[in-house]
């Protein structure tokens, strides 16, 4: 038993296959939307206890934030502007989807912020994991010159670098 976990655990941590992984996390909270706008009310997202319908909350607010949290480990964005503006949008639209769907949010702004807010991490993981994953370009090596140096201590060690412009 305690060995199966830690499978699960790890496989969170370090997911293999990398690309099957990030593609169930992308594609569960669509599928989520998908049956919540085809089930004409029978499904709710918020998941209200004094509501009677079942509740898709978890399938969709968990590989959200699977997907969210794996694209601030696993990816390092240099240029991360036009990632936000994407992002925005995709919350955006996730968020005007699911009001269309359940149309029980509208009475309920708190439900519709917190829709955006948990919107955010998906789209910010989808955009991230898509552009990194879809990436068929060389790379480049960038030759720099260290022009200062110190380190800080204390409960931790850290140390700074101070570098020449790389990039052209």
Known sequence: MLLEASRVLGRLFFPRPYSLIIFLLAIVPLIVMAVLARSRGIYQIE????????????????????????????MHMLRWEPILLLTAI????LAWLLIRSDHCLWRRPAAVILIVFFGVFYSDGLVAALNALLDRSEPRA????????????GKTTTYYLRLERWEP
């Open 47 to 74: 998941g209200r206890r004094t509501d009677s319908r079942p509740a898709l909350t978890l399938a969709f607010l968990i590989p959200g934030l699977a997907l969210g949290f794996r694209a601030i480990d696993d």
């Open 90 to 93: 995709c919350a955006l639209l």
């Open 142 to 153: 960038y030759e720099t010159v260290v022009t200062d140096k110190h380190m800080s201590s």
